[in-house]
């Protein structure tokens, strides 16, 4: 009852401030205020969690199509024959980052010639900042599977620890490794199994 209350009253006081806003305004400063309660409210970290949380809660309704409509150009933009997939689904997006050319085989060590496209890609991910990212590690049914789901987590980490070095904000990060329990093609094919070495990053809206 005291969060709800709080909640009441920081939005009325949100409303006060907002006389002299446009509509659009009005709904975000509101949106901040509430997003600033929930993150508070929810989080662990309650001092970090309030400020992103402040951040998260103004992108809500029509807006988050629109945010995600541009963040796709430019993903389009900067990616643009570097070898990176960019897939919309829904409102998220997916990068897919074939291991060919982001990793030597049985290595998760990113080659030093696709540190440029990850720039490129944090580059966009901290201009779109009201966003989540879950990096997701896969490989082919080659060899061991126990082998295969720490390598693909190990190369999860090792795209996660380049964003971090460009600024990319870390709690807005996830990684997990899928080993071979994911396929994306046939695993009986050279070229099937290649598509399978792959690392994915999931880009989501935060709808807090």
Same mark, same amino acid.
């Given at each position: *009852? /005291? &969060?709800? $209350?709080? *909640?009441m009253l920081m939005s009325s006081v949100a409303l006060v401030g907002c006389e002299n806003m446009s509509n659009t305004? &009005? @709904?975000a400063t509101i949106g901040a205020v509430t997003g600033a309660v929930v993150g508070k409210a929810t989080a662990n970290? $309650? /001092?970090?969690r309030l400020v992103w949380g402040a951040a998260v809660g103004a992108l809500? @309704? $029509?807006a988050i199509g629109s945010y995600m409509d541009r963040q796709e150009q430019e993903f389009r933009d900067e990616l643009a024959e570097s070898g990176v997939q960019v897939i919309r689904e829904g409102d998220n997006l997916r990068l897919q980052l074939p291991s060919n050319i982001t990793f030597a085989i049985s290595s998760a060590t990113i080659s030093q010639s696709f540190d440029p496209v990850? $720039?490129? %890609?944090?580059? %966009?991910?901290n201009k779109y900042d009201k966003t989540t990212l879950m990096i997701e590690g896969h490989t082919d049914n080659t060899g061991a599977a126990s082998y295969n789901q720490q390598l693909s987590l190990n190369r999860a980490n090792s795209v996660r620890n380049h964003l971090l070095n460009q600024s990319v904000d870390a709690r807005r990060i996830t990684t997990e490794g899928y080993g071979q329990s994911m396929p994306a093609a046939d695993n009986t094919t050279e070229a099937g199994r290649q598509l399978n070495r792959r690392v994915e990053l999931r880009i989501m809206p935060n709808q807090s």
């Open positions: *009852m /005291k &969060k709800i $209350a709080l *909640m305004q &009005k @709904g970290h $309650a /001092k970090k809500t @309704g $029509a990850l $720039a490129d %890609v944090a580059r %966009v991910l």
